[in-house]
């Protein structure tokens, strides 16, 4: 297995991301932190690249992906959303099927917890250790040829 160097964060500048960045640029990661709103994104460091773009459409998603060793997702879609729920399970599908189109084999989702139960979600391959009220979301996270959901 090939050492991860470059990762795509998404949700790097929310609460879980920005903690996510710090901790993957002090271990040394080349990091693309994907980001709705850069302005939000202090930090200055050489492994970084910041990008602008909307993890709701697959081909955003797809592109800002690609070449990355890895995908970390730590996506809200904003905590005074009314449809935080609805709206986090649409985009979680996307993303994931962004990460597939992009050839990306390893991903990792944190910290999806919208008040609905959605505890925590730590996904392996063919495994899944979650409270989760979306079967189908889980089902549909774990049938992606290619893509090794890590813990």
Do not use: Q
């Amino acid at each position: 297995m090939e050492k991860v160097k470059k990762i795509v964060l998404i949700g790097a500048s929310g609460f879980v991301g920005s903690a996510l960045l710090n901790e993957a640029l002090n271990r040394g990661f080349e990091v693309t932190a994907v980001v709705r709103h850069p302005e939000k994104i202090k930090i200055e460091n050489e492994n970084l690249k910041v990008v602008k773009a909307d993890v709701a459409v697959l081909d955003e998603v797809a592109d800002v992906c690609k070449g990355a060793d890895a995908i970390v997702s730590a996506f809200n879609p904003g905590w005074n959303n009314p449809d935080i729920y609805d709206e986090t399970i649409k985009v979680y599908l996307t993303i994931i099927d962004g990460v597939k189109k992009a050839g990306v084999n390893r991903f990792l989702m944190v910290d999806i917890d919208t008040g609905y139960n959605m505890c925590y979600l730590s996904v392996n391959p063919g495994k899944c250790c979650a409270e989760y009220p979306e079967p189908t979301f889980v089902e549909r996270a774990l049938v992606i040829p290619g893509v090794n959901f890590s813990r």
